[in-house]
């Protein structure tokens, strides 16, 4: 998603409070369509399709008002059993974060993934912390982005997994960097 949406997109914070955050889903689980906010057109978009056989393990979208190293807003995993749409606005609780480092036309990025769980009023967190995941799950994640980033031309690089509070921190230090772009756009 774009680190300047739509205006009325652009009016949601990345906080909800009660340390929770408000992410809008771009691209389903199961889908092999991975879909991305068209600025100009004011909707999402078919960006790409995957190869036959992959498909985003979990939803896929970002945190509305931040801006990561890649120039788009924070990269969100939201770990759930069943799918929501595309554009849906879910409260979510950062649980952890895959770090990695992505390389494309020579140039080396810092492009972690940030993974959370969906919260509702009739729904708790149902994980505090990635360390509570299952056993496996991780790795098969990082196989997916290792995988999905190959066939488009890039590498990643996955270079570690951190918890809940340092997802926080890089929800943070993304908060301070898109106030510091939007003030000077």
Not at 88 to 105: D, R, S, Y
Request: contains cysteine; proline residues 6%; hydrophobic residues 40%.
């Amino acid at each position: 998603m774009s680190p300047l949406l739509d205006p009325l997109l652009d009016r949601l914070p990345a906080r909800t409070g009660k340390g929770l955050v408000n992410i809008i889903v771009d691209t389903p689980k199961g889908s092999r369509n991975k879909f991305k906010w068209d600025d100009n057109a004011r909707c999402f978009r078919l960006g790409r399709i995957l190869p036959a056989g992959a498909s985003f393990p979990y939803d896929f979208g970002s945190i509305p008002r931040t801006l990561a190293e890649d120039g788009d807003a924070l990269d969100v995993l939201l770990i759930a059993e069943a799918p929501c749409f595309v554009g849906c606005l879910v409260t979510g609780k950062l649980i952890g974060a895959l770090c990695a480092k992505q390389t494309e036309k020579g140039k080396t990025i810092r492009n972690d993934r940030l993974l959370a769980v969906p919260v509702t009023k009739a729904n708790p967190a149902a994980f505090g912390d990635i360390r509570e995941l299952p056993a496996g799950l991780l790795e098969e994640i990082e196989h997916f982005f290792v995988s999905y980033n190959r066939a488009h031309g890039r590498r990643y690089e996955p270079t570690g997994r951190v918890g809940a509070k340092q997802a926080e921190r890089a929800l943070a230090a993304a908060e301070r960097l898109y106030s510091r772009r939007s003030k000077k756009a």
